[in-house]
Every structure is written in structure tokens, then in C-alpha cells.
């Protein structure tokens, strides 16, 4: 999983590339291989994930018919991404040429595709949820994709009906579908999608708390193996290590001293000195579900001002975790850390804690709900969330410490512990 932070910092960093981690691929193709204690010590936990059925993905297309008539829609229309995945188990990728999913409130699922991508299309619907006959709908290079959904909608007789299209659809799309059939009434999908992915099943949790668990453990092993003279770019690639040992894909952007004020990296390349204070942010992917964790630690002794302001952090990260629970507003979640970090003296609103407290996580990194101020939307039990106060002092540092939050049926709870101090910030401490 390469994350848009970890390829904002790979442009700079890249030139800095290290000697330790260099020396130590050299050494694993000589048979002599030296990696850290902490990152030999890890084993695969690859077998504790268990994958989605295909009975979860009918399970989960029912469920978008039942919100559809709910939202007085027809039928949603999905193309590559995330919700074809959610509800298919489909992966796809295809550019400028549409290849979509359409799946009515009642009445059979249909799909458009082009010709040559038939064959790579039917081997994937054959593991999906539809039945051993697929509607699939094929066009020719020099003919419209378009016009095979507006007659599969008219086969239907929904023709002039709404059609919900899912929200990251390209407007190419979009703009060729209203033209090919302006009496279907194109609008969002994202009550039914959203409103499906916001809630979380007890496999889903399950999966989510396995990949906070990994990385925990990746970043702690990281952490024991961290040694002066370190780039940034060492740190990351030790982690890539740690998570292909763990048994699932991830990495991790670092960021060290005056830099961890940036709160999504920088592109200067960056070396850990004693007394360096290091961020270390993102997470890895279980079965398709992701985990997003930050940590935020010293090489050495923390000054006095680091441990002032790890405390309102940590303080304020308790203060959303305690504040979450259902029929709560999101917005009163980003309200309670930010009074903690307020009344500190580090505000007022965005001056220090920059960003909102926290986002929906799932199969997407940043879904819904959205924990910021002003949302109205009401939590309800089994939705998931980072919880990520931060306070960034430009010029000196920055501390944020994020654990992904399970709203339950009478509160809340982290994944992973939280971290105790800068000094110990896995408490391993004796």
C-alpha cells in the first residue's frame, strides 16, 4: 500500500538512500542475512484473516436494495473502485472505457463491458454474488457503453427513474450517461453506498482490529531497531520489512524533528540524531480493509515542551475516545479534543490542531463518517474511525497520536493501546 503521503516523500527522500538498509539487501543476497532482532522476531499472522464470502457480498447488495427503495432510487450504477469491490469482489481497472455494475432495487444485476474485456470480466462475476447466468452487456470499440445501460434500465422498466451513480465516477461518464439517457434522473448513490460501508459487520471489525494490531507491532519493532544516523527513507523501508514479515502489505511515512509540524510529510530528506523527535503515520491492508495509526516518539530524552504537549495530545485523544458512543453528532467528537487542546492554550480553532480529530476508515483509508465540526451526522454502533488529535508548532515540532476507533453499542473503543509517553511510546517500559 503506498499512501499519497508516502509518495509525496519518496521524490525528495529517494537521493538519500541508506546505508544500513542497502547493506543489509546485499547481505540477504549473500545468504548472510542481518536484519534487526526486533523485525527477525516477527512472525506471519497472514493465516488469522479470514476473507469476505460471497454470501457477505449478497448480504451486503440486499442491503443496498432495501436503502434504495428507503431513498426512492431505481437502481445504482458502479464503476472501478472500492464499492464495485465491497459488493462484488470485483477489482477493476480500465481507464477511459466504462465497464460498470448495475444493480436495481428489484430485478436482476446487469453489467456493461467492453467486448474484449469479456473473457478477465466473466472469470471475476464468476466469484461474485450474481447467478451462473450474468446480464453482461458488450460493446465494440466504435460503439456506446452508454446506450447498453440506458436499454438494460428500460429491460427493467425504470428507464425514467433515479439512478444513484457512486460518487467517485468519473464525470466523462456521467456527463455521456445523462446525454445517451436524459429520462433517467442521474443523482448520488452515496446514501446506499455510504450508507451500507458506514456500518461495519463483526468480520469487518475483526479484520480492522487484526490490521491495527499489525501495524502496532511493525512499528514497534521499527521503533527497537531506531539508531542515530538514520534517514527517514531507512525507517520506511525497515517497516515495508516488518509488514512483508507480518504477512500483509503496508508502509509508512516518517518524519523527523522540525518536520513532524508538517502533518503529512515533506519532501526534505531527513536524518534521526539523538534527541530527535520522529513521526511515524499510516498502516497496512488485511483482506482489503485498512488500518491507519500514527505514532509519535524521541530518540532519547523528550524535552520538557514535547512532554507538555504529548500530554494534552494524549489527553485529548481520551477525550473524543470517551465522547463517542452512538447518537452522538460526529462533529461533538472533533469538539471534545479540540476543547482539551483549546483550553491548553494551543488554539483558537485550527491555529495548532490544523486538521479535523478524525475520518471514517474501512476498505478506504478516509471514508465516511467524517469527525469534524459542523457534522450532523449521528454515530451509530459498529462504525469506524481514526481518532488523531494533533498540535504542530511550525519551526519546531509536531506531536499526533492516532488509534482507529470502533463505535460500540454504548461507546467506544481503540484497536490498538494508547501510547503512553514519547520516551515509551509502546509501554514496554519496565
Not at 452522538?328 to 487542546?341: F, H, P, S, T
Not at 471514508?367 to 459498529?382: C, D, F, H, I, S
Amino acid at each position: 500500500m503506498i499512501s499519497r503521503r508516502r509518495f509525496l516523500e519518496w521524490g525528495g527522500a529517494a537521493a538519500v538512500l541508506t546505508s544500513s538498509v542497502e547493506r543489509t539487501a546485499a547481505e540477504e543476497q549473500c545468504g548472510s542475512p542481518s536484519l534487526p532482532a526486533s523485525i527477525a522476531r516477527l512472525n506471519s499472522r497472514k493465516g488469522e484473516a479470514v476473507p469476505i464470502t460471497v454470501e457477505e457480498r449478497q448480504q451486503r447488495q440486499q442491503k443496498a436494495r432495501e436503502l434504495m427503495s428507503q431513498n426512492n432510487l431505481q437502481a445504482i450504477l458502479l464503476m472501478e473502485g472500492t464499492s464495485l469491490r465491497y459488493f462484488t469482489g470485483i477489482r477493476w481497472w480500465g481507464g477511459e472505457r466504462m465497464f460498470a455494475f448495475v444493480l436495481p432495487a428489484k430485478g436482476k444485476a446487469f453489467y456493461v463491458c467492453p467486448a474484449f474485456e469479456e473473457d478477465r470480466a466473466r472469470e471475476q462475476i464468476a466469484k461474485s454474488p450474481d447467478p451462473s447466468n450474468p446480464d453482461v452487456r458488450i460493446w465494440q470499440e466504435d460503439e456506446s457503453p452508454y446506450d447498453l445501460v440506458e436499454q438494460g434500465l428500460k429491460d427493467r422498466s425504470i428507464g425514467s427513474g433515479k439512478l444513484g451513480i457512486e460518487e467517485t465516477v468519473r464525470y466523462v461518464f456521467v456527463n455521456n450517461l445523462a446525454k445517451s439517457a436524459p429520462q433517467a434522473e442521474l443523482v448520488s448513490a452515496t446514501p446506499v453506498t455510504a450508507g451500507c460501508r458506514m456500518i461495519k459487520s463483526q468480520h469487518e471489525i475483526a479484520l480492522m482490529r487484526l490490521a491495527a494490531q499489525v501495524t502496532l507491532a511493525a512499528y514497534e519493532a521499527v521503533y527497537q531497531a531506531m539508531h542515530p544516523g538514520m534517514t527517514q527513507v531507512d525507517f520506511q523501508k525497515l517497516i515495508d520489512v516488518a509488514y512483508e514479515r507480518l504477512g500483509f502489505p503496508g508502509g509508512a511515512s516518517v518524519e523527523v524533528d522540525e518536520y513532524t509540524a508538517f502533518p503529512h510529510g515533506s519532501t526534505t530528506p531527513q536524518v534521526i540524531r539523538e534527541g530527535s523527535i520522529v513521526m511515524i503515520d499510516d498502516g497496512c491492508t488485511v483482506e482489503g480493509y485498512q488500518s491507519d495509526i500514527t505514532r509519535t516518539f524521541v530518540m532519547g530524552k523528550a524535552t520538557d515542551k514535547m512532554k507538555h504537549v504529548f500530554d494534552v495530545i494524549h489527553r485529548a485523544q481520551t477525550a473524543a475516545l470517551k465522547t463517542a458512543r452512538p447518537g452522538v453528532a460526529c462533529g461533538d467528537v472533533d469538539g471534545a479534543a479540540r476543547k482539551i487542546i483549546t483550553d491548553a492554550g494551543y488554539g483558537p480553532d485550527y491555529k495548532y490542531f490544523t486538521h479535523r480529530v478524525g475520518h471514517g476508515l474501512g476498505m478506504d483509508g478516509h471514508e465516511w463518517p467524517y469527525l469534524v465540526r459542523g457534522n450532523k451526522t449521528l454515530l451509530w454502533a459498529n462504525m469506524t474511525t481514526s481518532d488523531e488529535p494533533g498540535i504542530y508548532l511550525r519551526g519546531e515540532f509536531g506531536i499526533r497520536l492516532e488509534d482507529d476507533m470502533h463505535v460500540t453499542e454504548d461507546g467506544a473503543e481503540l484497536f490498538t493501546p494508547q501510547s503512553p509517553s514519547l520516551d515509551d511510546p509502546f509501554g514496554k517500559a519496565s
